[in-house]
Structures are given as structure tokens and as C-alpha cells.
């Protein structure tokens, strides 16, 4: 990426424990670039709402998404940001705040493998019994939307190495 006359704004995707904060801070590491957790953007309502076990609604995200798009839009060097996007809507809302190119990066993975991670995990917010909303929500992006899509059943070095890859081709 060094060298490269434009900056590189890309979101990691995913239902909630794919591995976007893993994968984001590895792969800012290797880009040298900068990784911002989605998740420091939400309101503490949003995050006492999601502590209780209660989905986000849309009227909850759009105030959030809004705001993740204004900050890869300011991003004066490559920014990576870890942020659900979930729905093409969603993913359309980022791209017109941030009014410059945004790169999907959707870390996909089956319901049972998220599950096993959000089990293993402490310290996070966002409790076991939303699996279900997170994946009834999901919408993967089509190829139309131009996103690159990375199975995250694999070590994070390969996941990273996986994305570099597909990165380094768009950027030549």
C-alpha cells in the first residue's frame, strides 16, 4: 500500500465475533495503516442496549453509521475501520458519508464457527443471544457492490495474508 497516491478506506464486515478487531488491528500492522473499532463509534445507549440482550434497530444504527462514515471520509492516510454493515443499505450509507471509495471487506463464517468464538471471548458487550438477530440481519454483499469476501475458518495470518492479497491486486 505504501506509495499508493490514494488512501485506502476499508471497512471489515461481519456479523458480531467474525474476528473484525483480530483481523483489523493485524492487517492495519501489515498495511501501515490504522485501525478504528466500529464499536468505540456507538453511543453508550446502543452499547447498554446491546448489553441487555436487545438488537439494535435501524432508528438505533443510523446516527452510528453515519458517523463511521464520516471517519473514513476524513481519513487522511489509510484507515481500516471494523464496523457490522450488515445490510446493502447500510454498507450505501457508509459509502455517501464518507464521499470517497470504501472497500467492504465481508469476513464471513458459519453460524456454529461464531458461535464457538463469541462463547470463547470475554469482555465484550454484545452477548451469545444475538447470534441469531446478527445472521437474520445479514445481507452479504453482492458482487455487484464490489466487496471482497474472506472465510474466516482459517489462522488469522492466513485471513490476513488472504485480504493483503486481494488488496495489493485492486490497488495495481
Known amino acids: 500500500m505504501a506509495g499508493s497516491s490514494s488512501i485506502l478506506r476499508v471497512v471489515l464486515m461481519g456479523v458480531a465475533g467474525c474476528g473484525k478487531s483480530a483481523v483489523g488491528a493485524a492487517l492495519a500492522t501489515r498495511l501501515g495503516a490504522t485501525y478504528v473499532d466500529g464499536d468505540d463509534l456507538h453511543p453508550e445507549t446502543n452499547i447498554d442496549k446491546m448489553r441487555r440482550g ?9 446516527p452510528w453509521l453515519t458517523l ?30 464518507a464521499g470517497a471509495p470504501v472497500t467492504f471487506v465481508h469476513l464471513s463464517g458459519s453460524r456454529e464457527l ?6 470463547a471471548r470475554t469482555g465484550h458487550f454484545m ?4 447470534i441469531d438477530s446478527q445472521f437474520a440481519a445479514l445481507e452479504p454483499p453482492g458482487a455487484e457492490e464490489g466487496a471482497i469476501t474472506v472465510d474466516i475458518d482459517a ?14 491486486e485492486r490497488q495495481s
Open 114 to 119: 461464531i458461535a464457538r468464538r463469541m462463547g
Open 54 to 62: 436487545e438488537p439494535l434497530d435501524d432508528a438505533d444504527r443510523w
Open 68 to 97: 463511521v462514515g464520516q471517519r473514513l471520509g476524513a481519513a487522511e492516510s489509510n484507515l481500516l475501520l471494523g464496523c457490522s454493515a450488515l445490510k446493502r443499505a447500510y454498507r450505501d450509507h457508509i459509502r455517501v458519508e
Open 127 to 130: 452477548p451469545t443471544t444475538l
Open 155 to 168: 489462522p488469522l495470518e492466513t485471513i490476513v495474508a488472504a485480504i493483503a492479497q486481494k488488496l495489493e
